[in-house]
């Protein structure tokens, strides 16, 4: 298991109930299409950006109530119905061009000086998607959407610690640089993968922590929201500790041995989020 918040997207979950399998779907196909835009292939940035530009169209379209595209246009697939679920559950548009401008960014940001960086691209990338799935359920409460940002937001610093080795072969580094410097760590631990020096260790303990108590936050999220979307995101969220637990475990050595969940481990979450 990964904790990737496009992966996150319960599209094919049992717990889902019927009624939103519809929505969901169209709403993880535009957001995983656009991640692709931004992420796959050999495009260059400036033609990713023209090609994501287009998407920010589509979305500007819906929201004029004008959207009209033609079988034949790529995007019909992603927008066509994508805009009749914006229609049926009056989700917030502003969701979706956070989501573009986040994607835009990873076009053109490899580095963070901050937290306040960080931690606003993220923001952008991961937290309209709980956001979305609050409205889906009609539980987009004040304090509900707070509780859910923490837990987007931790789920994807999750990602970033798990993924460092994956990220540093796109040419991207998401931890912080004035953490790095703070810490006495540089890039040459990522590229020499010296994950046993002290600063490395000291640095890793932060991020982890720090993603830890974002999603320990949420957690009365998930034991708030009733039946099947409270499993879900119980199941989720203890997904992503565990996954900092492997991360404490394996020494913070994200280059050799890459922490995921097993088939061992989902007795235990599933135990944890019952109890």
Excluded at 33 to 57: C, F, K, Q, V, W
Excluded at 215 to 230: N, T
Aim: aromatic share 10%.
């Amino acid at each position: 298991m990964a904790v990737d918040h496009y992966e996150n997207f319960p599209v094919a979950s049992l717990l889902l109930p019927r009624r939103l399998q519809a929505p969901v779907r169209n709403i993880y196909r535009f957001a995983r299409s656009a991640d692709d835009i931004a992420d796959e292939g050999d495009a260059t940035p400036a033609e990713r950006l023209r090609h994501l530009a287009t998407y920010r169209d589509a979305l500007m379209q819906i929201e004029a109530g004008t959207l009209a595209l033609p079988e034949h246009d790529a995007r019909a697939q992603v927008f066509n119905p994508l805009a009749q679920s914006i229609t049926q559950y009056a989700l917030p548009m502003e969701a979706f061009f956070d989501l573009i401008s986040a994607f835009e960014q990873d076009v053109t940001t490899t580095r963070y000086e901050d937290d306040m960086q960080l931690l606003d691209y993220c923001r952008r990338s991961a937290n309209p998607v709980g956001r979305l799935m609050l409205h889906l359920y009609e539980a987009a409460t004040p304090q509900n959407l707070a509780q859910s940002n923490a837990i987007c937001t931790g789920l994807q610093l999750t990602n970033f610690w798990q993924d460092i080795a994956v990220d540093w072969q796109k040419g991207r580094v998401y931890l912080p640089q004035g953490k790095l410097r703070l810490y006495g760590a540089t890039e040459n631990h990522i590229a020499q993968k010296r994950y046993a020096d002290p600063a490395w260790q000291t640095l890793m303990q932060v991020q982890v922590q720090q993603a830890r108590e974002l999603l320990s936050s949420g957690l009365p999220l998930a034991r708030s929201l009733p039946g099947r979307i409270g499993l879900e995101l119980k199941l989720v969220i203890h997904g992503g500790l565990r996954i900092l637990e492997r991360l404490n475990q394996l020494h913070y050595d994200v280059f050799f041995h890459r922490p995921t969940l097993t088939k061992r481990d989902w007795t235990l979450l599933l135990w944890r989020s019952l109890w």
